[in-house]
């Protein structure tokens, strides 16, 4: 697809835009209650709204970063224009501490840092252009590998799909929900069970909504019930996203989703792992050096602001595991697909 062709999102709503000078994000912590909202207009505001998951999934984040780095260069040129490019490092440094596990983030400061060097000038336009085409890229990207991905499924398939990687979790339509959305088209979708993904309900809240925005059947089931759907349903495939895909193909993904492969291993279904080739991250030889983000034991033994454990009970909150690339049948980017993943077919696609 062109640059100039790429339209910014088909979905009436978008998880992140820029609107008058400041970043937009929709509240995603609040859906599918409430749409609302928020405008950022600087870079250490951004870096709590990743962490706290107002904008969440990988592609996302990555683009949220972008258009942070923006208005730290903003700020940075207007408290000191000599030094802006030593004043933003300390946004930077927090931006990128976000959340650790998805390689987005890191990859978009890394695209908008390119950039440092050749600007002469106020930097906010320049980097302002470069974060809309991270954006655009993203949503040509997941219309690319929603072709690619939606070849592979034939008609009346029952898909299965864990936490959220739609419109929401990217720049716009989804890498795993944009191959379902794609195949739906071509009529070949029967039903979607979507897990719920504690203990952020991704899966209940994020991706049944955006399904049924779409027209899709989707069924909410349990995490725990997947092994018990693949049993009693005809599923075709396990369709996901991805945080992070190292260079053997193993993937970091939603914690959940190595069980889910584990389930669909035992069970004959095949997997597939949807993502751009900003989450490939060739510097990491396996998925053993994928940091993993711990988060606080309170998102597990408390249910919104209820206790449901003992009080002083021992909890751990990964968020993330990594799915070995022995269960993956495919991993669909924009830049093609890789059969049964290794290290080689990696390198040759991404070398
Ligand atoms: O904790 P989250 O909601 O940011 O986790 C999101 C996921 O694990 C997604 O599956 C992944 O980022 C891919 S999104 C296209």
Redesign the pocket.
């Known amino acids: 697809m062109d640059d100039e062709n790429l339209e910014f999102s088909v979905e009436a709503y978008s998880a992140v835009s820029w609107n008058a000078g400041m970043l937009t994000l929709l509240d995603q912590r609040k859906l599918p209650k409430e749409i609302n909202y928020l405008d950022y207009d600087s870079a250490i505001a951004v870096a709590v709204a990743i962490k706290d998951m107002v904008v969440?999934?990988?592609?996302a984040i990555g683009i949220a970063g972008a258009y942070a780095v923006v208005l730290a260069a903003r700020s940075a040129w207007q408290e000191a224009e000599e030094s802006w490019r030593e004043k933003i490092e300390g946004d930077i440094h927090k931006l990128a501490t976000a959340r650790p596990t998805?390689v987005n983030l890191n990859w978009a400061i890394a695209e908008m840092r390119k950039l440092f060097d050749s600007i002469e000038g106020e930097p906010e336009t320049a980097l302002l252009e470069l974060a809309q085409r991270i954006h655009s890229k993203d949503i040509a990207a997941n219309h690319e590998m929603g072709r690619l991905g939606a070849e592979l499924i034939t008609a009346n398939s029952q898909i299965i799909t864990h936490?959220?990687?739609g419109a929401l979790?990217?720049g716009g339509y989804?890498?795993a929900l944009g191959v379902i959305k794609t195949a739906f088209k071509n009529g070949s979708i029967k039903n979607v069970f979507s897990s719920e993904t504690r203990p952020?309900f991704?899966g209940a809240r994020l991706t049944s909504w955006e399904l049924q925005q779409a027209q899709i059947p989707v069924t909410v089931v349990i995490d725990s019930a997947i092994a018990s759907v693949m049993i009693n349903n005809k599923i075709a495939w396990l369709i996901?996203?991805?945080?992070r895909i190292a260079a053997n193909g193993d993937v970091a993904?939603?914690i959940g989703t190595y069980c889910h492969a584990i389930s669909a291993y035992y069970h004959g279904v095949k997997v597939m792992i949807v993502a751009p080739s900003s989450t490939v991250d060739m510097e990491v030889e396996s998925g053993a050096y994928i940091p993993i983000e711990n988060r606080g034991k309170e998102e597990v033994t408390n249910f919104k602001t209820t206790r449901i454990a003992p009080n002083d009970i021992e909890a751990i909150n990964p968020?993330?595991d990594i799915t070995p690339a022995k269960l993956i049948d495919v991993i669909v980017t924009e830049k093609g697909i890789v059969h049964n993943p290794d290290t080689k077919k990696m390198l040759a696609l991404f070398g």
């Open positions: 969440r999934g990988a592609p998805a936490c959220n990687a979790a990217t989804g890498t952020w991704q996901v996203g991805s945080d993904n939603k968020g993330f």
